[in-house]
């Protein structure tokens, strides 16, 4: 098993088979995000490396294996045919398999299209988790995030007709102060119209050597508290229409949001407007991420 640079999973693959299918991220622009900013650089692994290392994992593990999730930062950009192959010789070596996992951007999602998509669901891939971030145009150009918000709608809509589950993730305050209000409105609104399986809610941590934490320690951009990042939550909470699975499980967030909408929304209102009657300083303090 072989492993190069920077290994990252979601934390729903906590259980999962780790087996490393491309290298760094080919975007590498986010302003918020330090993962792969220090290389390695971008690149595919030879399709007989993947195997070779499903193969050992077999023989470490055995054939009972049930949840394979394949590193990097952005597999999905990988080759259509090379992640076939690779998905269909994990489902063939690995015949309990409930599920295979890659991150992936929207705008690679794009570019694949809707019949590369149902290709890949064809050949085992299950679930792509992406970072959404946001749904308004002016924060995706400020993160340098490299796509829109109708590219990210149309990216999730292929996905979800081609039969790959969608785990999309949030982050709350990436707008900013001056940003939180449209950043909950049209994030709501693309999270309309693609009606994920999963939304996971993340909270804007600033990340050392990373141009936005440059902008926030020089006031440019002005980082919401924890108040505000509860009322951006709400707000946006309130404007969802989708039968999706929200939850908030990462380490950055102030409190524990969980349910399916819509009908956990009157609770996780009410769990908010709990924790806003709390003094701020209750709340986890600001800190500079380190990874």
């Not at 991150?103 to 694949?112: M, R, T």
């Not at 050949?123 to 992406?130: C, E, F, K, P, T």
């Amino acid at each position: 098993m072989r492993y190069e640079g920077p290994i990252y999973r979601p934390p729903s693959e906590a259980g999962s088979l780790l087996v490393q299918a491309t290298v760094g991220c080919p975007h590498n622009r986010c302003t918020f995000c330090m993962v792969y900013k220090k290389g390695p650089r971008y690149r595919v692994r030879p399709v007989a490396d993947i195997v070779a290392d499903l193969d050992q994992a077999r023989n470490l593990h055995g054939r009972g294996v049930r949840r394979l999730f394949f590193p990097a930062g952005n597999t999905i950009a990988m080759p259509t045919d090379d992640l076939c192959r690779v998905c269909a010789h994990a489902r063939q070596i690995f015949p309990h398999l409930e599920r295979i996992t890659v991150y992936g951007s929207s705008q690679y999602i794009h570019k694949k299209g809707p019949d590369a998509l149902k290709r890949l669901c064809d050949a085992g891939l299950s679930r792509i988790h992406v970072g959404l971030e946001s749904g308004d145009d002016e924060i995706l150009r400020l993160i340098h995030k490299g796509t829109t918000a109708g590219q990210q709608a149309e990216a999730g809509q292929w996905t979800m007709a081609a039969g790959i589950q969608l785990s999309l993730y949030v982050m709350l305050g990436i707008g900013g102060a001056a940003g939180t209000r449209s950043h909950a409105t049209r994030t709501a609104d693309v999270l309309n119209r693609i009606a994920p399986d999963f939304i996971r809610l993340r909270t804007f941590v600033p990340k050392r050597h990373t141009p936005l934490l440059k902008m926030v320690e020089s006031g440019a951009f002005e980082m919401l508290g924890p108040h505000g990042v509860l009322k951006e939550a709400a707000a946006m909470i309130r404007r969802l229409d989708v039968k999706s699975r929200l939850t908030s499980d990462h380490y950055t967030n102030y409190i524990n949001l969980e349910g399916r909408l819509p009908g956990c929304r009157k609770r996780l209102l009410t769990l908010i407007d709990d924790a806003l009657k709390r003094p701020e300083s209750d709340f986890r303090p600001f800190f500079i991420g380190d990874q």
